[in-house]
């Protein structure tokens, strides 16, 4: 397995997970309504578009902070 995929294998189960908490949370305040985010496509595809921009924006800040990996180091 390459680098790229284990980085997508990882992105995938990062946002899956971020969504099953969610969904989880969100049934332990109102049980009926939380029906919405699993029964209904449009509605899983928003909120899964929403935890997945979260983790690209997650990325991009840290990436911000420490460097891609890739910078030139000067001696």
Do not use: C, H, P, W
Not at 14 to 24: A, E
Not at 26 to 54: G, H, I, P, W, Y
């Amino acid at each position: 397995m390459n680098k790229k995929d284990e980085t997508m294998i990882f992105a995938i189960s990062v946002t899956l997970m971020l969504y099953v908490n969610r969904i989880y949370g969100m049934a332990s305040v109102n049980d009926e309504d939380v029906m919405t985010f699993v029964k209904e496509e449009d509605a899983v595809d928003s909120l899964l578009r929403a935890q997945m921009l979260e983790i690209i924006n997650g990325f991009d800040y840290y990436k911000g902070l420490y460097g891609s990996g890739k910078e030139k180091r000067s001696i």
